[in-house]
């Protein structure tokens, strides 16, 4: 079984462009998560996804967006970007939409933007 | 609201040595709480999890953490550190509802001595 695959693995961006990441799910897995970890801090929870709608949302701005898709995977994209979005992008991913049984976390997207 | 504290940013220990990595968390709800590992260019591993039942919770490479309710903490320990412990390691809180997000804590990074 595979596990949870992103890309691309590194990024540089210009400040007020945007970027497309991409996200493939674990088989069998239907519910997709987005977390932000910036430099020497724990990852924050930027938005779920569940049988392909919104479930659920952290405190990021709306120009921070997604998607998924019927296959599960998943997309998250980030309009205007601004110094501060530099950060490492994980995604994870798990059977239903509860904790207890565990997320899977891609090794991510180093996104910088310059 | 859910967080978590993670007392020591770095943590130092002989190779051979106990491995103590402390995590307090507050939740208005029981909840569910994480250990993962993180190595360098890396996602996140899950160690172990505890959801309900017995408190100490066993996970892999040896690692263990017990819940106090009582002390509102979920400490990792291990009885003997190896080299390939090195890295950097995250408690997390879950809300149990909605997108069952993780609440991560800043991180502790270990260092083991040889």
């Known amino acids: 079984e595979t596990g949870v695959t992103q890309s691309p693995t590194h990024l540089i961006k210009t400040r007020g462009q945007q970027v497309t990441l991409r996200c493939s799910s674990q088989?069998?897995?239907?519910?997709v998560s987005w977390y932000q970890q910036a430099l020497g801090q724990g990852p924050q929870f930027i938005f779920q996804?569940?049988?392909?709608?919104?479930?659920g949302r952290g405190n990021f701005p709306p120009r921070f967006s997604g998607l998924q898709f019927p296959n599960y995977s998943s997309e998250l994209n980030v309009n205007a970007l601004e110094l501060d979005d530099s950060a490492l992008y994980l995604c994870?991913?798990?059977?239903?939409?509860?904790?207890?049984?565990?997320?899977?976390f891609g090794s991510g997207t180093r996104l910088t933007v310059v | 609201a859910q967080s978590v504290t993670q007392l020591g940013s770095h943590v130092s220990v002989s190779e051979g040595a106990l491995v103590l990595l402390r995590c307090n968390y507050s939740?208005?709800?029981?909840?569910?709480l994480f250990w993962y590992v993180q190595y360098p260019n890396q996602g996140l591993q899950l160690l172990l999890k505890?959801?309900?039942?017995?408190?100490l919770v066993k996970g892999i490479n040896g690692f263990e953490a017990e819940f106090k309710k009582s002390e509102t903490s979920f400490h990792l320990t291990k009885p003997s550190a190896h080299m390939s412990d090195a890295a950097e390691y995250f408690c997390?809180?879950?809300?149990?509802?909605?997108?069952?997000?993780?609440?991560f804590g800043t991180g502790t990074r270990l260092t083991v001595i040889p």
């Open positions: 505890y959801t309900t039942g017995a408190t």
């Open positions: 939740s208005s709800v029981p909840p569910y």
């Open positions: 088989s069998g897995h239907n519910t």
């Open positions: 994870a991913s798990s059977v239903i939409r509860d904790s207890r049984y565990g997320y899977t």
């Open positions: 997390a809180v879950s809300d149990q509802a909605g997108a069952n997000n993780l609440f």
């Open positions: 996804y569940y049988r392909e709608e919104e479930n």
